[in-house]
């Protein structure tokens, strides 16, 4: 018997043994589901990090949700964001259980350790970047009802667009609608049209954006030609957990300026309208958001109109065998029927009028699709294959068909990043692309590009930030001979106290003329158009120092941020006036005048930049605002009066800024731009050439209308339900009478009402 013992207990314990594992193995895994908001406004949070065992993690969705599958047995959560105290949950989960585990996250000063991007190609906090950067979040861009980003992107301060032309601290003028000293990105691939070198702002995807990050500064390192004044990249919004759709719907009036002779032939008031939707979901692996939006302007001048239909869609895929790896594509489609404004019949009963040579009605096709293939490693390492087709179409009536125009563009970036313990990222990449361009306005062209670019970025001592990179690029247009262009950028940041940072950067850019620039030949009214084949590439830098101080007082907290800047052009491009009589002609005519984009030599940018943001309570009413004063210098080095020195279409003086009250279900808000007065022209809009005036009665208008100018936007809300608001928006509150470029007067009162529903 006793022989027999320890046969029978081991036979035992094994049986139990199995028992217990088969029941293991056969038992379902517990799954977690919750949403993460913040504490204070109780505002979903995208993007919290949720790590599981320090080991691995997911990300909230665009509703703050999340759900894990876990093993039964003991887990440590973590729940991570920039910007928020990380919260920790252990747990101790059955089989087949299911929790329900919702997150309260408590904030440090988020505005400083906001997430970003564009900076160094990948997300780091706001503190530690080394340049100066505006964010722009998605509610900002409902709550000012936004039917596209330019008016969004000229309320940003140090910011302005003047007749769809982007400056930051005064980096540029006004170029007649061709070329850009700024490049736009969107998820970080360039978006600017193959012929003209500019942005299609209508075409931007408006209803389905997750951020807006402004880069100030030279930036070419890393993003190369056009990236010479700064970056703007719009980021897409990508599904959570749950499926969220959104229906934005407007419709509004211009109302009658001040001066009844402006609208005199007004026989009603005209109408904006403008609907828009967007969905994101998961589908088991998939990650799909689709956008649409239509658009209709009647518009405010004599025969100007804008008309849009678009159409969006992110596809993702997480592969299932492969762990880390997605593919999928981006596309963004849209028509459109329009016929612009340029310049009015006389100052007085014309100024809201064009000649009738003027109008000249466009349809166009916009298109763009995104392929990409990203990989995560498990060792912090990142592959990243992203490509583009983008196609632009301009088709006019057959009276002005030689305007018609046709640009195709192939572009494709790899890019490798690799963090070593959170102490160094290093970024490596190379970009190429492809452009062709069909017009009888510019003639037939082609163009190619290619590039390598690396940037370094440390982490030192847990306060000191260092970056430095490299990019060198060439591009060749049609059989000329290419051209390169090797530059730097390096930069630091160090956290002096716990809410202080310091900073100072250089970087050098080059921006090459686009084929607009170099081909445009036409005329527009009584101004003429002349190509300049042999415009070179301009190249410039710029240097920065600032302070970037937090502030958490009591229930207020946010930042002030206050940068001194340098920048130098050289070979700058810019159209200018004169005679441009051909050889084989003894004499000019009017025929012979007009512009040309010439590298007028070099010119150099200084002021500063101040910017006070933050969030808080006042008497319980919880409040957000913004403002900022941006000062420019802006000198023409190659003057040969100093009377005559300053570059054209800039001012010394800017300010933005904008507050949001919050009380129950309402919300108040107020935004206001001002800007002085443009201090340089070009003097031929205030001049007669041989006895003709190109803008009737500009000189006096200006002299009485053109002393700097500024707006005020109000907006009032109301939450009817926990899904759905009611919006009422007035623009250009107190009417005001302004211009931008000479011959542009702004939009007078306008008003909107606006219903957004969020299921």
């Not at 702002?201 to 070419?220: D, H, M, R, T, Y």
């Not at 940068?563 to 006036?577: K, L, P, V």
Request: a neutral charge; aromatic letters at 12%; charged letters at 20%.
């Amino acid at each position: 018997m006793m022989k027999l013992f320890p046969i029978k207990s081991t036979l035992v314990i094994s049986f139990l043994l199995f028992i217990f594992f088969t029941g293991t193995i056969s038992g379902q895994k517990a799954i977690i589901t919750g949403r993460i908001n913040d504490s204070r406004t109780n505002e979903s949070l995208v993007g919290v990090n949720v790590v599981i065992d320090s080991t691995a993690g997911i990300s909230t969705g665009i509703i703050g949700d999340y759900q894990v599958e876990l093993d039964p047995g003991k887990h440590t959560l973590l729940f991570k964001y920039i910007g928020y105290k990380t919260q920790q949950k252990n747990l101790y989960l059955k089989s087949d259980e299911r929790i329900t585990l919702n997150i309260q996250l408590e904030q440090e000063i988020i505005e400083l350790e906001t997430a970003v991007v564009s900076a160094g190609k990948f997300e780091q906090k706001l503190s530690d970047i080394t340049v100066s950067m505006e964010i722009i979040k998605p509610t900002y861009i409902e709550h000012t009802n936004a039917t596209n980003m330019e008016t969004v992107i000229n309320q940003m301060p140090g910011v302005d667009v003047m007749d769809g032309q982007t400056s930051i601290r005064g980096g540029s003028g006004y170029s007649y609608g061709t070329g850009s000293r700024v490049l736009f990105l969107v998820d970080e691939l360039p978006i600017m049209s193959p012929d003209a070198g500019d942005v299609k702002w209508n075409f931007l995807p408006v209803e389905n954006i997750e951020q807006v990050e402004i880069l100030k500064g030279a930036s070419s390192s890393l993003y190369g030609s056009s990236a010479l004044n700064g970056v703007i990249n719009i980021r897409t919004a990508q599904p959570g957990i749950e499926p969220s759709t959104k229906i934005d719907i407007s419709s509004g009036v211009y109302l009658k300026p001040r001066r009844d002779e402006l609208a005199w032939w007004w026989k009603s008031l005209p109408m904006v309208f403008n609907a828009s939707i967007s969905h994101l979901r998961k589908i088991k692996n998939m990650d799909l958001a689709i956008g649409a939006n239509a658009f209709s302007d009647a518009g405010y001048r004599l025969d100007e109109y804008f008309k849009r239909a678009r159409l969006n869609v992110n596809f993702r895929y997480n592969d299932k065998k492969i762990k880390g790896l997605s593919y999928g594509i981006n596309a963004n489609m849209m028509y459109q029927d329009n016929s612009d404004f340029f310049l009015w019949e006389n100052a007085d009963s014309g100024a809201l009028r064009q000649p009738a040579n003027l109008v000249t009605p466009t349809k166009g096709v916009r298109l763009n699709l995104d392929p990409f293939i990203i990989y995560y490693g498990l060792q912090g390492d990142r592959h990243c294959l992203r490509t583009r087709y983008y196609r632009v179409t301009n088709l006019h009536p057959e009276a002005t068909k030689d305007k018609n125009s046709q640009s195709d563009q192939f572009y494709g970036e790899y890019q490798y990043h690799k963090e070593f313990k959170n102490l160094l990222n290093w970024t490596i990449g190379a970009t190429g692309s492809y452009s062709a361009t069909i017009a009888e306005l510019y003639g037939d062209h082609y163009s190619s590009n290619v590039a390598l670019y690396t940037q370094f970025d440390w982490k030192l001592f847990g306060k000191l930030s260092v970056s430095g990179g490299l990019r060198w690029e060439a591009y060749k247009l049609d059989h000329t001979s290419a051209q390169s262009n090797p530059v730097v950028r390096t930069g630091i940041s160090y956290q002096v106290a716990k809410y202080t940072f310091i900073r100072a950067s250089f970087g050098q850019g080059y921006r090459f003329p686009s084929i607009a620039e170099k081909y445009a030949s036409t005329s527009l009214g009584a101004i003429n158009i002349f190509p300049n084949p042999d415009l070179k590439s301009e190249t410039g830098w710029s240097v920065e120092a600032g302070v970037k101080q937090g502030i958490k007082l009591n229930n207020w907290n946010g930042y002030i941020d206050i940068a001194g800047f340098w920048t130098q052009y050289e070979d700058m491009m810019e159209f200018t006036f004169g005679v441009y009589k051909p050889d084989s002609m003894p004499y000019p005519t009017l025929k012979d005048i007009g512009f040309k984009s010439l590298n007028v030599g070099n010119a150099r940018i200084n002021g500063i930049d101040v910017l006070l943001t933050g969030q808080g309570s006042l008497l319980g009413i919880p409040v957000s605002f913004f403002l900022g004063y941006t000062y420019t210098n802006p000198i023409d080095l190659n003057a040969d009066t100093v009377e005559n020195n300053i570059l054209k279409y800039r001012f010394y003086h800017s300010a933005k800024g904008d507050v949001e009250l919050d009380y129950r279900q309402f919300s108040f808000g107020l935004s206001l731009i001002y800007n002085s007065k443009i201090i340089n022209i070009d003097k031929v809009f205030e001049e007669q050439i041989l006895g003709q005036e190109l803008l009737p009665g500009f000189k006096e208008y200006r002299q009485e209308h053109d002393q700097g100018f500024i707006t005020f936007d109000l907006r009032w809300s109301f939450q009817a339900t926990k899904s759905s608001k009611f919006a009422f928006i007035v623009k250009n509150l107190f009417n005001r009478e302004y211009m931008g470029r000479p011959g542009d007067i702004q939009p007078p009162m306008n008003m909107a009402l606006q219903y957004v529903l969020k299921i």
